[in-house]
Structure formats: structure tokens, C-alpha cells
């Protein structure tokens, strides 16, 4: 079975976090989506609000389950049984962020493999960071977010 961990602080889910969740599910038989802790990242939204958020978007993906990581990614992806390490890319800088990223974790888990998923054109500049600025201004974001979260919002 081929199993795989898609890791974010998702703070909040944008709608190219679900591109690369719906593209995960067709490759892989199980999808774990962490919600993780970045100690480096003051939070906008509280871990239940995402991982409420997180919930909303994969519940249409049968083969996909929401989990929360305060630790290591590697910690996780041994406790799943996972060598799969999705990681989503807009740009040149992501990949140079997540090639970096990824030689640390196979020094510490050498089975470790990570598959770079290329976003679509209209998810390009898509990002929580742009998508929590608008929110600050109280401006829309629901070409930036999938449906599903749009209420949730409100709460």
C-alpha cells in the first residue's frame, strides 16, 4: 500500500492546498494531511479551527485522513507507516525551500521519499500568507480558498 503525509500549519487551507490533497488522492492509496506545528509561525487561526477547516475540504476525498503533529515530520511518518512526503510547489523558491527540507529529513529517514507536486497557474500566487493579509483587511478571499472553509470563517 502506498501511503502518504501532505504536512502544513495550513493557517488557513487555501484552495492549492486542496489542488495538491485532491492530486495526492489520486496517486496514493492513503493520504494523512498533518497539521503541524511550526514553531518559527505565530498562528492566525487555532489548531481546532484548522483542523476543522481541514476536515471540511478532505471529507470528499475517501482515501484522505486529517491528523494533528506537534513533533518532528519523520516522527509522523514513521508512526503512519509512511515514506511518501507530498510536498506542493508554486515556484523555484518552494522547491529550493522543500529540496533543503528534504535532505535534512532522509539524514534522518533514509527510506524517506518526497514527491513534488506542481500547482496549477491559477494557484500560483495563492498562499495562506496572502490569503490571512486580505483576511486582516476584511477583504474577500474566496477565489483563494475552497468553498468549503467560506463558512467557517463566519464562526
Given at each position: 500500500?502506498?501511503?502518504?503525509?501532505?504536512?502544513?500549519?495550513?493557517?488557513?487551507?487555501?484552495?492549492?492546498?486542496?489542488?495538491?490533497?485532491?492530486?495526492?488522492?489520486?496517486?496514493?492509496?492513503?493520504?494523512?494531511?498533518?497539521?503541524?506545528?511550526?514553531?518559527?509561525?505565530?498562528?492566525?487561526?487555532?489548531?481546532?479551527?484548522?483542523?476543522?477547516?481541514?476536515?471540511?475540504?478532505?471529507?470528499?476525498?475517501?482515501?484522505?485522513?486529517?491528523?494533528?503533529?506537534?513533533?518532528?515530520?519523520?516522527?509522523?511518518?514513521?508512526?503512519?507507516?509512511?515514506?511518501?512526503?507530498?510536498?506542493?510547489?508554486?515556484?523555484?523558491?518552494?522547491?529550493?525551500?522543500?529540496?533543503?527540507?528534504?535532505?535534512?529529513?532522509?539524514?534522518?529517514?533514509?527510506?524517506?521519499?518526497?514527491?513534488?507536486?506542481?500547482?496549477?497557474?491559477k494557484n500560483l500566487s495563492?498562499?495562506?500568507?496572502?490569503?490571512?493579509?486580505?483576511?486582516?483587511?476584511?477583504?474577500?478571499?474566496?477565489?483563494?480558498?475552497?468553498?468549503?472553509?467560506?463558512?467557517?470563517?463566519?464562526?
Amino acid at each position: 500500500m502506498r501511503k502518504a503525509v501532505f504536512a502544513g500549519t495550513f493557517d488557513p487551507v487555501t484552495s492549492g492546498h486542496e489542488e495538491i490533497i485532491k492530486k495526492s488522492s489520486g496517486l496514493f492509496d492513503e493520504v494523512v494531511v498533518a497539521l503541524c506545528v511550526n514553531v518559527t509561525k505565530k498562528a492566525m487561526f487555532s489548531i481546532e479551527k484548522r483542523i476543522a477547516f481541514l476536515e471540511a475540504v478532505c471529507k470528499k476525498y475517501k482515501n484522505v485522513k486529517v491528523v494533528y503533529h506537534d513533533g518532528l515530520l519523520v516522527d509522523l511518518m514513521k508512526k503512519e507507516k509512511a515514506v511518501y512526503n507530498v510536498r506542493g510547489l508554486r515556484n523555484g523558491k518552494d522547491y529550493d525551500y522543500e529540496n533543503e527540507m528534504n535532505y535534512i529529513n532522509a539524514d534522518m529517514m533514509p527510506e524517506l521519499i518526497t514527491v513534488y507536486l506542481p500547482c496549477s497557474v491559477k494557484n500560483l500566487s495563492v498562499s495562506s500568507t496572502a490569503v490571512r493579509e486580505l483576511l486582516s483587511f476584511n477583504k474577500s478571499v474566496d477565489k483563494y480558498m475552497p468553498a468549503e472553509i467560506l463558512p467557517l470563517l463566519k464562526d
